[in-house]
């Protein structure tokens, strides 16, 4: 299974993962 | 012909009734053909790559899946369970420190056990704009380029079409009825969301509807007693926000982003709100169930369009937000806590190829949707 996130943000948001990365719920994900 | 025209006598006479229940019984028998044939499921995906997906295209998957699903929802014996549940939880390498429960005998298939829930605590939520909606592992993320958003290098599908925006054909319901979960008694009155009280002005910070006796914060947020001080920080002005779903365009200074996070078979299976945003609208997308491995998101171009889904649609402050689940084959079932009336891999199911769709509107009246905060657990993947 799979959750995908598609939205919209200033142009700033910065992910802060890298592809392949293991994440646990409530971790960040990015940041503007 | 002019001759013909004006003087010609015109005679009338009353329709014979045997020709009126004919054309009757025409229009019937072509409208009854037309829902038949709305009935029957679109031929399957004709799959184009490498010899795996062939198979898998040829394979009854929401069959199996289902099959799947009952199978894993017969009652194992007592016994068996401990030693069943730590082999799975060694294959697939769960960490069964962290269950709600740690009593194995209490699950009393593997169904239940995969959808175990979590300790209070053993997952903090961040700090952050936008946190981790599940445990997984992040496939891809970037930003949507024009209407395409990349699977793989190379690879893309188009957003309107993951979305349901370029698709006529959807089925729309009306307005769900949701669960107790959000209960709007009057606008100005209190919500409850999760068993927790607070304002709606904590949510919408509306400047004219704020209480005399609520005290007001520089940055116009309605300080409340009851609001974590972490989500107050957070509190956005979503009811000023109207992005148009229908038609996602993105304001000027801002952009499209894409986040994919795969949730492995041991993984916890629920999922939870990423951000404070509000829900709108769903969208069920009848599909194929493939499976969404790192390994065969490679091999199958466009398979996020393809497999069964749940789009989330709605706003959070910045604008547009969405969020959806995506069904495989070992966990083709979907779940909206807030949403009883969602009901995913059906053997009487919509159309291939089709969505249906419902409002949340009746959650509440200004914000024209379902309110949910950070971490607010909204769902999940059952087995089959």
Not at chain 2, 11 to 37: D, F, N, S
Not at chain 2, 219 to 227: A, I, N, P, Q, Y
Request: hydrophobic content about 40%.
């Amino acid at each position: 299974s799979t959750v995908v996130l598609v939205f919209e943000a200033p142009s700033s948001f910065k992910f802060n993962v890298t592809a392949g990365q293991k994440i646990k719920m409530g971790e960040a994900l990015g940041q503007i | 012909l002019a001759d013909s025209w004006n003087n010609t006598e015109t005679k009338w006479y009353p329709i014979p009734v045997a020709l009126g229940l004919g054309v009757i019984g025409a229009i019937q028998y072509r409208r009854v053909r037309q829902r038949e044939e709305n009935k029957l499921e679109k031929p399957k995906y004709v799959a184009n790559g490498p010899w795996q997906v062939h198979v898998a295209a040829a394979l009854p998957l929401r069959s199996m899946s289902r099959l799947w699903g009952t199978f894993n929802s017969l009652t194992i014996p007592e016994a068996l369970r401990p030693m069943g549940y730590k082999l799975y939880s060694w294959f697939f390498g769960c960490n069964l420190d962290e269950m709600k429960n740690p009593d194995l005998y209490a699950y009393p298939n593997l169904s239940a056990f995969f959808y175990r829930e979590l300790k209070e605590g053993v997952r903090p939520i961040a700090d952050a704009t936008l946190v981790s909606p599940s445990d997984g592992k992040v496939l891809h993320f970037g930003v949507v380029q024009g209407e395409n958003i990349e699977q793989i290098k190379g690879v893309t599908y188009n957003l309107d079409a993951l979305l349901g925006n370029d698709d006529k054909s959807s089925i729309p319901v009306g307005d769900a009825i949701l669960g107790n979960s959000l209960e709007i008694v009057d606008e100005e009155e209190f919500a409850n969301v999760n068993g927790i009280e607070y304002s709606l002005e904590d949510m919408i910070i509306k400047g004219h509807a704020v209480k005399t006796e609520s005290p007001v914060g520089p940055d116009g947020l309605v300080r409340s007693e009851k609001t974590d001080p972490k989500v107050e920080k957070a509190l956005v002005k979503l009811a000023d926000v109207t992005p148009d779903i229908t038609n996602v365009k993105v304001k000027p200074g801002n952009a499209m982003f894409f986040c994919v996070v795969y949730l492995a078979p041991g993984d916890y299976h629920r999922f939870h709100s990423p951000t404070n945003w509000v829900v709108q609208t769903r969208r069920h997308f009848a599909g194929e169930l493939f499976s969404v491995s790192p390994y065969f998101v490679k091999l199958l171009q466009n398979l996020f369009v393809l497999n069964e889904r749940v789009a989330l649609l709605g706003k959070w402050k910045h604008g547009f937000f969405s969020m959806i689940p995506v069904g495989a084959t070992n966990v083709g079932s979907i779940k909206i806590n807030f949403d009883e009336a969602l009901k995913t891999n059906q053997k009487e199911d919509i159309p291939l190829g089709t969505y249906t769709e419902v409002t949340y509107k009746s959650a509440s009246k200004v914000l024209g949707g379902k309110a949910l905060r950070y971490g607010d657990e909204m769902g999940g993947f059952y087995l089959g």
